[in-house]
């Protein structure tokens, strides 16, 4: 069983930036997916951005690219998301995820971490 913990999250004002981390407990299979998702209050869920575990190929939401940079550190068995000149709009609790790479769906959620951008 995967257990992933976010933390990084904080209050910040608009440009600022934050490093989000979620590291997973147990050893992370070198077919995995692990993610990043958002959700802002009285808003669906959202994906972030995604890494492949063994290849690192990253994707990236058009609302973050060029902003949001994700990454992994094999030792530390921990997803980061650097997230830079954050806006009001990327308020959210924010949840790290994994999947094996031939699953649709997400099996293994977070419990969150709240990010909040003051204009």
């Known amino acids: 069983q995967v257990q992933l913990v976010e933390s990084g999250g904080g209050l910040v004002e608009a440009g600022d930036s934050l490093r989000l981390s979620c590291a997973a407990s147990?050893?992370?299979?070198?077919?995995?997916?692990m993610g990043w998702f958002r959700q802002a209050p009285g808003k669906e869920r959202e994906f972030v951005s995604s890494i492949t575990w063994s290849r690192g190929n990253t994707f990236y939401a058009d609302s973050v690219k060029g902003r949001f940079t994700i990454s992994r550190d094999y030792a530390k068995n921990t997803m980061y998301l650097q997230m830079n000149g954050l806006k009001p709009e990327d308020t959210a609790v924010y949840y790290c995820a994994v999947r094996s790479l031939n699953d649709s769906g997400y099996g293994h959620w977070g419990r969150g971490t709240q990010v909040t951008v003051s204009s």
């Open positions: 147990g050893r992370t299979s070198s077919n995995a997916v």
